[in-house]
Nanobody, 125 residues
C-alpha cells in the first residue's frame, strides 16, 4: 500500500515562498499521476498542480490561481514530489495534500488513489 508523507508547510507573509515535499513509499515511476491539492477554510478540496505520466513523459497542469507562481516537480531518487510556491497570497492558505494515482492490471485494470495527511500553509497579509 502506498504511503505518502507531506512536509514543508508553515506560516509565511504574503509575497513569501514555501516548498512543500511529498515523500512516497515506492518509485514515482509507478504512478499514473502525482498531484497537490488544497483545502481552504469553508471550501472544497481543489487541484493546485499535477504531473500526469503520459507515454513515459511528464505532463504538468496547474490551477489558474497557481499558474506563474507555483511549480510542481519530482526527484525520482528521493521518491519525492515538490511544490514550490512563490508570491504567496492569503488566498493560498489551507491544508495542502499530496495525492498519487496508481493504475495497474490484476485480473482487470484497477485504479488506486492515495492521499497524504496534509500540511498546513498559512499566508498572512
Amino acid at each position: 500500500q502506498v504511503q505518502l508523507a507531506e512536509s514543508g508547510g508553515g506560516l509565511v507573509q504574503a509575497g513569501g515562498s514555501l516548498r512543500l515535499s511529498c515523500v512516497a513509499s515506492r518509485s514515482l515511476d509507478d504512478f499514473t499521476s502525482m498531484g497537490w491539492y488544497r483545502q481552504s477554510p469553508g471550501k472544497q478540496r481543489e487541484l493546485v498542480a499535477i504531473i500526469n505520466r503520459e507515454r513515459n513523459a511528464d505532463n504538468t497542469n496547474y490551477a489558474d490561481s497557481a499558474k506563474g507562481r507555483f511549480t510542481i516537480s519530482r526527484d525520482n531518487a528521493k521518491k519525492t514530489v515538490y511544490l514550490q510556491m512563490d508570491s504567496l497570497k492569503p488566498d493560498d492558505t489551507g491544508v495542502y495534500y499530496c495525492k498519487t494515482e496508481l493504475t495497474y492490471y490484476f485480473r482487470r485494470w484497477r485504479n488506486e488513489n492515495r492521499w497524504g495527511r496534509g500540511t498546513q500553509v498559512n499566508v498572512s497579509s
